[in-house]
Each structure stands twice: as C-alpha cells, then as structure tokens.
C-alpha cells in the first residue's frame, strides 16, 4: 500500500465518539501561527513544550514558525485539545502540564472549554488530578465550576499515570512516589 493511499488518523472527535465544530480558537491560530493545516499540530506542541510542558521536548520540524504570545497559555492548552486534531494522546498530556500552573486562570480556562467544547477533555484531566493532587489549580477550580455538557467516551484519554511521574524508589529507599506533572517556571 502506497502512503496516499493510507487511511487518515481518526481525530480526536472520531475516537471519543463526538463531533467538531466550527472552532473560532483554531481559526485564531492558524491565522496567528500562519501554520497549514498540517502544520498547526506540531506547532501547539512546539510552542507547548517552548512555555513549560518540557515532558514532552522533542525535535521539531525547523520550518515551523515560531511561538505568537498573542497565544495565551490557556488558548494554547484548550488548541491542544481540539476534537479537530489527529488523535495524539501526546497533545492533551503537554496541554495537562502546560495548564498545571499557578498563573492559569481558571475561569477563563473553563469559559474557552466550553467554547470550544472540549470540556469532558478537561474534567477528564481535572479528575486525573484529583486522584493524585486534589489541590492543584486550575484542575480543582474546573471541577467545582465546569460540567459537561453531555457524556463522552473517554475511555481513550490518557490514563490517569500519564499525567504524572512515578518511581519506585524515593530518597528515602523503596517506595511509591508519584508528582503531578506541573509547567516549568
């Protein structure tokens, strides 16, 4: 089989079992980014990875254009998890680290959500974080403000462990230490 031939990754949207919409924060960054289509999801993941989410540094394609800070952190962390995008668990753990910050503003973090109805994404990594940081913002703020606006199948979001780091050893010898993955500052 020749690669044009090749069946297209499903998005993000096929696997939960949902939809897209027309997405006005995608819009804005293609326009911002000047990336194509092909381009936007390496791109977030550059820029993601440029603003603290260093879990996740790889080598990047040198023709992609450069960060925009006219990109916000919570703009950039919700882009990661558009329906829009081939299905890449990878996005939605560098947009879990990159919102993992004491400066990520909540609300405006949830009002983005729901625009751009990727809310059971979010709650999904909020409820990640309740397992193994209950205080951690803004995860904890999402889940008192944020609902979904129906059930998805969420079933093929990262697991819970994915948004953390585990040994089993700690300073003090054997044992389980497990840290939520939070951004670089």
Request: aromatic fraction near 6%; charge should be neutral.
């Amino acid at each position: 089989m020749e690669l044009r031939e090749q069946a297209a990754r499903p998005t993000l949207a096929q696997k939960l079992g949902d939809v897209t919409h027309v997405s006005p924060l995608l819009h804005k960054v293609r326009h911002l980014s000047g990336c194509t289509e092909e381009q936007v999801e390496d791109w977030l993941l550059k820029c993601a990875v440029g603003r603290g989410a260093s879990h996740y540094r790889q080598s990047f394609d040198p023709s992609l254009p450069p960060d925009n800070p006219a990109v916000t952190d919570e703009e950039l962390g919700v882009a990661l998890c558009l329906y829009h995008h081939p299905f890449n668990p990878i996005l939605i753990r560098a947009a879990a680290q990159l919102l993992s910050a004491g400066a990520t503003n909540a609300q405006s973090l949830a009002h983005l959500a729901v625009m751009e109805r990727c809310e059971p994404v979010l709650l999904h990594i909020a409820g990640a974080a309740a397992r193994v940081a209950p205080d951690q913002e803004p995860w904890a703020s999402l889940r008192r403000c944020l609902s979904s606006r129906r059930h998805a199948r969420t079933d093929v979001l990262p697991h819970w462990s994915r948004f953390v780091l585990q040994t089993g050893f700690t300073p003090a010898g054997r044992g389980n230490h497990i840290e939520w993955l939070t951004r670089d500052e």
